[in-house]
């Protein structure tokens, strides 16, 4: 039987006229996990010891691509007014049940 193996994929789309940093926008990681047959305590320890690794890993890759991509993506959030609340007691000098 084969190894266990835990993979993370992702591809950025990042826009037009972003300088690409020395990373790929489309990464794959794999780390190995010990076979359940070894003990399940054995299995999950190296499964989260490997997701920990690759969130390590992923989480500095997209420091760097946030770095680059820094405020071009700015203008493609829609503003939403925030409304006061209908129910608010501001102003009435009563006390709110």
């Known amino acids: 039987m084969a190894q266990p ?5 992702y591809n950025l789309v990042v826009p037009e006229g972003t300088p690409h940093p020395e990373h790929e926008s489309s990464v794959s990681h794999s780390r190995p996990i010990a076979p359940s047959a070894v003990g399940y305590k054995e299995f999950y320890d190296t499964l989260r010891a490997a997701i920990d ?3 390590t890993v ?3 890759e997209f420091t760097v691509w946030r770095d ?3 405020n071009r993506e700015l203008g493609k959030e829609v503003g939403v007014k925030k409304e006061e609340d209908e129910g608010s007691d501001e102003g009435d000098g009563g006390v709110g049940f």
């Open 53 to 55: 690794e690759i969130k």
């Open 5 to 9: 193996v835990i993979t993370v994929t």
């Open 58 to 60: 992923t989480g500095h």
């Open 68 to 70: 680059a991509v820094g």
